[in-house]
Nanobody, 125 residues
Framework: QVQLGESGGGLVQAGGSLRVSCVAS????????MGWFRQAPGKEREFVAA???????YYADSVKGRFTISRDNAKNTVYLQMNSLKPEDTAVYYC???????????????????WGQGTQVTVSS
């Protein structure tokens, strides 16, 4: 069993930056594909970014060039660095883990078995 815990959310002005972290316990994440998703009030959960066990990264078009996903396997932690934040980035951000890894799809919530509790990111205009 894997437990995921996000931290680092908060309130920031438009144009600012935040880094959210996801720490895992229970299993090593080195072979897992990891993803970040977000959900705004009244909207469906949407893909933000993912990183494969190999280190290859993927981004939603809406965040490409502004967000960077990374992982530190020694710390069992995945990060999402968010720059040039916009009010439309406001959402609860969730970390997710797919233990099967490999070349499985990374952009769909149903591909992930484990989820964190989420961390709120609010961007003011």
């Amino acid at each position: 069993q894997v437990q995921l815990g996000e931290s680092g959310g908060g309130l920031v002005q438009a144009g600012g930056s935040l880094r959210v972290s996801c720490v895992a316990s229970g299993r090593t994440l080195s072979n897992y594909n990891m993803g970040w998703f977000r959900q705004a009030p009244g909207k469906e959960r949407e893909f933000v970014a993912a990183i494969r066990w190999s280190g290859r990264t993927y981004y939603a078009d809406s965040v490409k060039g502004r967000f960077t996903i990374s992982r530190d396997n020694a710390k069992n932690t995945v990060y999402l660095q968010m720059n040039s934040l916009k009010p439309e980035d406001t959402a609860v951000y969730y970390c997710a883990a797919d233990p099967r890894g490999g070349l499985r799809p990374v952009g769909t919530p149903t591909e992930y078995d484990y989820w964190g509790q989420g961390t709120q990111v609010t961007v003011s205009s």
